[in-house]
């Protein structure tokens, strides 16, 4: 277990730990201000010793991730069973979702605050349309990929629209969704923290903002260094799931060899 654990993750810490060792002696030898490049450890004191306000702001900017990425994940797989169940809809609409994406969130941002105020819906709203659209586009390639002829023989036993669907098309589409799920539980937090850039009361985006205001770049390296680990832990919890949800896929990628005796949930 440990082992495979380090050849999985140890390559990377061990680049982590020599770029962080590279930033610290850089800091050090070349004497730059730490106004303009703080090291490594004044870094950390920082995050020490203003622990309760960053914990406190990070809750707010989580809870908007949070709340932002559940609407876009109901609302996204919901549009993708939409663009899969209808051709003509696919067409009229794909393509507005596509154009949509070259819209600059940073152009609609302030808009939110002068429409809904400095609450938490703005930020809700923007990681809404931070996360939809990976989660649309990842959902409709999914249920495309299913398999035509499983199709027919499915159809050829009799079943029924919906068991297709349920059976046979949403298991076949879930390793294709859950990565779009990955991708935009990734973006997320950084979409809450630009909304709350823009405008907002508390949060890790106007945490930044002041602390850059103020000259405390070790503050704002912090807080990045939160927003980063946050990311990856969200990242892990949708990888975690995914393996409870979909435990066959990996039984067939860790036994390929064996793939064949493995079937989709329902279509023994």
């Known amino acids: 277990m440990l082992k495979s654990w380090l050849w999985r993750w140890g390559p990377a810490l061990v680049l982590v730990t020599g770029l962080v060792l590279f930033w610290e002696i850089y800091v050090q030898v070349s004497g730059i201000r730490p106004t303009v490049l703080p090291g490594p450890r004044r870094v950390l004191t920082a995050l020490l010793d203003f622990q309760d306000v960053i914990i406190e702001n990070t809750e707010q900017t989580l809870l908007e991730t949070v709340l932002g990425f559940g609407v876009a994940l109901g609302a996204g797989f919901l549009f993708a069973v939409l663009l899969d169940l209808s051709a003509l809809l696919r067409r009229a609409i794909y393509p507005l979702l596509v154009a949509s994406q070259t819209v600059p969130l940073v152009a609609i941002a302030p808009l939110l605050v002068i429409w809904f105020g400095y609450d938490i819906v703005p930020k809700i709203i923007v990681v809404w349309l931070v996360c ?34 349920w059976k046979l098309r949403l298991p076949s589409a879930l390793p294709f969704l859950f990565s779009g799920i990955r991708i935009a539980i990734t973006y997320s937090v950084a979409g809450a923290i630009l909304g709350e850039y823009v405008g907002a009361e508390k949060g890790l985006g106007i945490f ?33 799931l995914q393996r409870r949800v979909m435990p066959w896929y990996y039984l067939m990628q860790s036994k390929p060899d064996q793939s064949s005796k493995f079937k989709i949930p329902g279509t023994a």
Not at 139 to 161: C, N, Q, Y
Not at 224 to 233: D, G, P
Request: aromatic content about 10%; overall charge positive; glycine content about 6%.
């Open 132 to 165: 939809f659209f990976p989660i649309v586009v990842a959902g409709v390639d999914g249920f495309t990929a299913t398999d035509p002829e499983t199709t027919r023989l499915f159809k050829s036993m009799g079943a029924t629209r919906a068991q297709i669907f």
């Open 208 to 240: 930044i903002q002041r602390s850059k205001n103020s000259g405390r770049n070790d503050l704002v390296f912090a807080a990045v260094l939160v927003t980063a680990v946050v990311s990856i832990l969200l990242f892990l919890s949708v990888s975690l």
